[in-house]
T-cell receptor, first 113, second 115 residues
Framework: AQSVTQLDSHVSVSEGTPVLLRCNYS??????LFWYVQHPNKGLQLLLK??????LVKGINGFEAEFKKSETSFHLTKPSAHMSDAAEYFC???????????FGKGTHLIIQP | DGGITQSPKYLFRKEGQNVTLSCEQN?????MYWYRQDPGQGLRLIYY???????QKGDIAEGYSVSREKKESFPLTVTSAQKNPTAFYLC??????????????FGPGTRLTVL
């Protein structure tokens, strides 16, 4: 079975400093991995996805993630945090069939002024 | 504008009542999904449908029911059998599921509160 573990429930950074949100996955085959962002009381928006092409994936709003098979990780990074980045972030793995996605429990990103 | 709409945004229900949440999409997607979100638990799959007139249970289907009579619509009914229905409910859709990398598009959600 596929699963994801987000290693931090909350991350706090200062505006203008780098962001690192950590995600490890477990999969019996080569997975498809996603990062979604959710602002308060809103739906989810796709930031980026990995689908076995390039291991370094660039997404929207300056975010990127690197797929590391040897470490079973898919950490999300951004060089410089902006106040508008404050939100909940979900690491997600595709189940491989038709029944959708498996979500991590989320990381709440706090941006300090 | 293409997208997914959910209504209502906020919904209040008395214990023992059934309530139906609406989800409509105009993206021409075949697959649709319902998730439940609780604080600190991420999203959990309730039901999904790959095609009209067909749907399958997800991980937490007990106390819920769905229908898929039209491609663009996938309503969710929260029945009185659901023991703890207060939550944020999200609907999603995606292209045909033959590819494992198909992203899902999400609606804005409905917050259900049982009084």
């Amino acid at each position: 079975a596929q699963s994801v573990t987000q290693l931090d429930s909350h991350v706090s950074v200062s505006e203008g400093t780098p962001v690192l949100l950590r995600c490890n996955y477990s999969s019996s085959y080569s997975p498809s991995l996603f990062w979604y962002v959710q602002h308060p009381n809103k739906g989810l928006q796709l930031l980026l996805k990995y689908t076995s092409a390039a291991t370094l994936v660039k997404g929207i709003n300056g975010f990127e993630a690197e797929f590391k098979k040897s470490e079973t990780s898919f950490h999300l990074t951004k060089p410089s945090a902006h106040m508008s980045d404050a939100a909940e972030y979900f690491c997600v793995v595709n189940r491989g069939g038709a029944d959708g996605l498996t979500f991590g429990k989320g990381t709440h990103l706090i941006i300090q002024p | 504008d293409g997208g997914i709409t959910q209504s209502p945004k906020y919904l209040f229900r008395k214990e023992g009542q059934n309530v139906t949440l609406s989800c409509e999409q105009n993206l021409n997607h075949d697959a649709m999904y319902w998730y439940r979100q609780d604080p600190g638990q991420g999203l959990r799959l309730i039901y999904y449908s790959q095609i009209v007139n067909d749907f399958q249970k997800g991980d937490i289907a007990e106390g819920y029911s769905v229908s898929r009579e039209k491609k663009e619509s996938f309503p969710l009914t929260v029945t009185s059998a659901q023991k703890n229905p207060t939550a944020f409910y999200l609907c999603a859709s995606s292209l045909p599921t033959s590819g494992s990398d198909n992203e899902q598009f999400f609606g804005p959600g409905t917050r259900l509160t049982v009084l």
